[in-house]
């Protein structure tokens, strides 16, 4: 069973910077990638940025790209989505994800960001 915890969302002005963390455990067997999405009020959820889980190949979406950064620490056991020159368009419930090679994807239960004008 994989287990993913996130934390560090908030309320933050636009231009200003925020720091997602994801904790995962479990059984990480068959997982190749973990990953942010997000879902904003009346949207669909979306790809944010993904990252391998061996190697440190890297995915954005365009809307976020040149200022959020995907890393993970394999020792703590997280990964983390550091956002900066933060959009009032970027607000949103963001999920940390694990995606396997089969079955469903895994998800965390969601972290609020919001950001004010």
């Known amino acids: 069973q994989v287990q993913l915890v996130e934390s560090g969302g908030g309320l933050v002005q636009a231009g200003g910077s925020l720091t997602l963390s994801c904790a995962y455990s479990?059984?990480?067997?068959?997982?190749?990638?973990l990953g942010w999405f997000r879902q904003a009020p009346g949207k669909e959820r979306e790809l944010v940025a993904t990252i391998a889980k061996i190697g440190d190949e890297t995915t954005y979406s365009d809307s976020v790209k040149g200022r959020f950064s995907i890393s993970k620490d394999t020792g703590r056991s997280t990964v983390d989505l550091q956002m900066d020159n933060l959009k009032t368009e970027d607000t949103a419930v963001y999920y940390c994800?694990?995606?396997?090679?089969?079955?469903?994807?895994?998800w965390g239960q969601g972290t609020q960001v919001t950001v004010s004008p």
């Open positions: 479990g059984n990480f067997f068959g997982i190749v990638a």
């Open positions: 994800n694990a995606k396997p090679k089969w079955g469903p994807d895994k």
